[in-house]
Structure formats: structure tokens, C-alpha cells
């Protein structure tokens, strides 16, 4: 037991410690998952007393009386899941011991491509947004492909207190969970589609994401099955498009757009990468892929459009060193601080 588990379990009375199933403390988080059937005020009690107890650290108290199914003891996808309701699967009462019903917004990062910097811009907003005083979770749905390990820097695999529940990672002030944190280094992914299914399910519906003001959803490419199912079932509060200038990118941007708005999901904006390069010796700005063609897609789709992004080799290199540009460069700092800003104003946050 920790110095901090063992300050606040001598907090609690013994009978308070008693309904207590396990104490978990992670980074500035502390999830206090109870017993079944604890008492409302029971639980009530516990939290305020942990609170007391920890006043700088995050406090998220979860009973488990009403777990919604049983779930696999590892977080590892089955071939065959139960058939899920079309909406979220939690109801709406706040005292669920995992799921999305405590997330504010969820907001699907999109392309209609691979390859154009949907990760490293998922990566980035939420780091912006964390540091803006928002609680914010990142998920890497992009199954086939999980990149948010290596942007992130992160090696370790989600606890679980219980083995049914995940525990999303905390790094660099963030919830996290991607599939490649289940995954041994390298390990092809060749699920078939409802394995695929079962796996976000899980990492949506039975992950402790607690109280989040927004989870950012590092979607996978395209417009294929797994996008349109999470448009469908994710509860989102809308799409936010990441294109590049070229004409194949503006083309499957649209294709992604056209996708959400099948789905009545709303397109929240579109973000153009790799818009330019700034000489780092000049500051000429050279436009590589052509000119403003993120704008004038935006125009034409009647979209807003949230911000432009300069192509820089140090994204690049950052990335894979797991540490997101805007902790490193003061220019994408305020790139990312306009587009964090233009979301949030569309989504009220
Ligand atoms: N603005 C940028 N400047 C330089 N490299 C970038 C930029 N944005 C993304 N990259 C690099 O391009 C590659 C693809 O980006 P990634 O975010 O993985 O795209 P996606 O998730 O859409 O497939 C990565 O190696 C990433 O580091
Ligand atoms: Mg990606």
C-alpha cells in the first residue's frame, strides 16, 4: 500500500473503509471503486471524506451496483459479443462504475484518409485542452493501427481493480486508452470485425473514464465500418475533419464529412495539417500542397474552419519520442491554442 492509500484509507472510519472495494490512485486521479449495494449516503460520505483527505487530487467514487452485464475478464476483445443496443449502453444515472455517462462531449477526430495527421492533432487538442484546466480523455480507436502508445510515450498497460473494468492511463495530464496498450510490441493486428467491435465497446462502455469535459476519439481512417459504427453508437457531439491541402486529401475529407452528416453527427470543423512550412531560418512560408484549400473546402461544405497547421519536422520527431509537440514549441502552442478555442466555442465548453 501506497503512503497516500494508506493516508486516506486511515481517513475513512472502519465502516466506511469496509464498503471501500479498491483504492486506486494513479497521477492526480483517485478512483474509489465500492462495494455493491453501498448506500447512497455511504457512498456520499466516502467521497467527501476523500476529498478532505486528498483536496489536490481528483477524487471518483464508483459503486458497482449496477454493472450493467457481466463482463471478460480481460481486456482483450471476444470473437462472439453480445448484440448491444444501438444507443449507449449506461444509464444516465451518474453512479455506474464505468462507461461514457459522465463525459460531457465526445468529439470524433475524422479523415477520410490515412496519413494525414489525425493522431498527431487528436494528440495535441487534448494536451492543449488539458492544460486550459479541462478534464480531457483520449481514445485511439484506430484499432488496425494505434499510434497514441508512441505519441504518447506511453509503455504500461491499463489496471484493472477488478478484472472486468479499465482503468484508462494517465499521461501528460490525460485519461487514455488505446488497444495498443494491450498489445505485445509489434503484434499485427488481424481482428475481424466484431472482435474489433467488442474492443472499443469495451475501451467506450467499460473503461472508469469518470468525469471528463471532453474525450477526444483518434478515429480510424476512412469511412469503413468501424467509423460508422462509433458515429452511430459513440454519442457524439460531433466530427472534427483533419485534411491536408492536396486534392486526393480535400476529396476524402468530403467522403468523411458526408459520412457524419448520413449519420446526423455534426461536423464541428475542419482542420488543415501540413498547411504550409515556415522556413525556420527566414519564416518565409512555402505552401507545399497548395494554397488554402482546407478554407475553401470548409466554404464549400458549409463547415467552420477551425485552424491551420504548419508541416515541421520537429511533429515529426517529437511524435515518435512520445512527447506532443506543443509541450516542445511555442509556435504550435499557439496554433493549437486557436484551434482548442474553436472548438470549444462550438461545442459551449
Ligand atoms: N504538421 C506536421 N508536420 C510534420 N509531420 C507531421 C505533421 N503532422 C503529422 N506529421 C507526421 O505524419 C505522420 C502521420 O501522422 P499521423 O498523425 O500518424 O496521421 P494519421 O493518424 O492521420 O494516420 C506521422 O509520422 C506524424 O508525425
Ligand atoms: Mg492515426
Redesign the pocket.
Known sequence: MSDTQQKLREALSHDLNAQVESLLIAGNKITCVLKEHTAPDVRAMIEETLKKAAPFKQVVVLSTQSRPEPANPQPIPQPNPKPQPESSPQPANGINPSGIDRIKHIVAIA?G???????????NLAVTLARSGLKVGLLDA?IY?P?IPM?LGVDQRPESPDGKVMIPVQAHGLSTLSIGYMLADKDPVVWRGPMVHSALQQMLGQALWGELDVLLI?MP?GTGDVALTLAQRGRLSGAVI?TTPQNVALADARKGIGMFRKVDVPILGIIE???FHECPKCATKSHIFGTGGGVIEAKEQSVDFLGA????????????MGAP?VLQSESFQGYFEVIATNLRAKIKL
Open positions: 479523415s484518409k490515412g496519413g494525414v495527421g489525425k493522431s498527431t492533432v487528436a494528440t484506430d493501427g499510434s505519441m483518434d481512417p483533419v495539417n501540413m498547411a497547421l504548419p508541416l515541421q519536422s520537429e511533429v515529426c520527431q517529437q511524435g515518435d509537440i
